[in-house]
């Protein structure tokens, strides 16, 4: 007589793996789905906080148009901004006018010419320096580039946008340099072969094919830069005098967005008018660095859908 | 820097008499060496002007590996060392004063997976000729246009793609891409093109249209083509050269070695017995 084959277990037994299993798969998606409840989460509370303030006291036109910041005046507070967006604008600028050039002189370097141990130091010591909290950027501006300026330039005052956009700059040249390094090597090497073997140097190579082949992603490492220099804080606060003033010249004080909050919402009673108003410079910081963030994203993936 | 088109007019100094270059690549004993690993050994060649020479031998051969030593392009990887001497249309492209500039402007090549430039149509074309040519670079519209219908119409895309000359080249299909990359190097008016198997990458249909037009080509270049597909350096090549760990095995005409080839080897890899 034949023997039977023994019984199958039940196809809906379950084990610990199986239970692991769903316990991860519960975690992973709670560990996704609170970054975005956060994100928005953060968007409702300053928005909560400023959005009454914007629609009944402020005057709009007042807040873009003029350069008198008097939150604290006892007899009749103005809230200008227009010399905090200058200021933040003119630090931005200048820390971009240093950063682009380094950073993809850097991303060059690393990415084309750099082989083997130098490349793989250089890109450690880059991310490294992208590290260094954004105080220490400001001690450096305050007590190294502060005494220099003032000799060197024979100005009364050495926190200025020069100073800032400076430190600026170099802080936000490293991140820059990491995310142009990443375009420039996205671009397949088919690329730079047939450039060469059609007798291209190698700066014929860089400037006539990789660079128009990685022009979206060199945008976006600019763009984040940029993002990056409105929302930064500290160094600022510390290395631009913060004093308000549309500035005329680079040795001008000035006093950036981030800076005011930073320095004045400690001091204001909840739920104030200046506290509020100071909740409407966060709404329109985050919605420039959102819409900065954004474009960058968009560039980046604008050709790909094509 | 050497022109190495110009040279040969000048008096040269060991006063030798000119005689035609019969050989377009000459190579003596060239060795290379990937690190430490070497992939070429002693080989000495010479490839005749103005004929499809085609090299075969099995994978690691070092075929493709000798391709590229006539243009130098394997040095971008770095740690290749090469010795000997490559000579094209007479002259050692290794010596020390020569500009790989000029070399690559004589010495063409095909890649195996076609690569044109993420530029449009136009400018593949014109890349060449504006990297060597200054005037190209500044000439009018119309001569430039010019240049570029002629390129197309010598591998017969200039119909294909007449209206569409500021499209990607990325768009095109693979067959007409690499055709796109054999026209991108006529402007410049090479002497020598070198294909690494140029076909691998088409479909029948593609291999058979990039065969016709290397055939139509054969007059006014010489080639050396690499290829994988025996039937196809039997098809589409005068001279053919086995390749086998690193050195030549043989070097006939074509139509001899496919029907009788000298050494046991050659048969063997005809034959389909390995490789």
Known sequence: MAQGIAKAPLPDQRNLAWYVDKTVQVLVFVGGISAILLILGIFVFITKEGMGFITQTLDIGEFFTSPNWR??????????????????????????????????????????????KTREILKILVEMLAAIPSVVWGFIGLSIMNPLIIDLFNVPVGLNVLNSGLILGLMAAPIMTTLAEDALKAVPDGYREAAEAMGATRWQV?????????????????LLGVGRGFGETMAVLMASGHSINIPTSPFDSVRALTATIAAELGETAVGSDHY??????????????????LTADLVVRGPRKR | MVDLETLPEEPSESAAPEVDIVHAIETRKLNLWYGTFQAIFDVDLEVKHNLITSMIGPSGCGKSTFLRCCNRINERLGYVRTTGAVEILGHDIYAPEVELIQVRKQVGMVFQRPNPLPLSIRDNIL?????????????????????????????????TVKDRLG???RELSLEEQQK????????????????DEPCSALDPKGTEAVEELIWELREAYTILI????????RRASDECIFMLHGKVVEHTKTAEMFVTPIHKETADYIEGRYG
């Not at chain 2, 005037?135 to 010598?154: G, N």
């Not at chain 2, 796109?180 to 093109?193: D, F, M, S, T």
């Open chain 2, 180 to 195: 796109l990359c054999i026209a991108r190097l006529l402007p410049v008016q090479p002497k020598v093109l070198l294909m």
């Open chain 1, 276 to 293: 509020r108003a100071l909740f409407t410079l966060g709404i329109f910081l985050f919605a420039i660095t959102f819409l900065i963030n």
């Open chain 2, 226 to 233: 690499v290829t994988h597909n025996m039937a196809q350096a």
């Open chain 1, 71 to 116: 939150p604290t005046s006892e007899n009749r507070p103005t809230y200008g901004a227009l010399a905090l967006i200058a200021g933040t604008a003119s630090v931005t600028g200048l820390a971009m006018l240093v950063a682009v050039p380094f950073s993809l002189g850097a991303a060059i370097f690393i990415g084309e010419f750099a082989t083997g």
């Open chain 2, 167 to 169: 499209h990607s080249a």
């Open chain 1, 206 to 222: 860089i400037f006539r094919v990789v660079f128009p082949a990685a022009k979206n992603g060199l945008v976006a490492a600019v």
């Open chain 2, 127 to 159: 890349f060449g000729a504006r990297l060597h040519d200054p005037e190209a670079a500044k000439a009018s519209r119309a001569a430039q246009d010019d240049i570029v219908e002629k390129a197309l119409t010598r591998v017969l895309l200039w119909d």
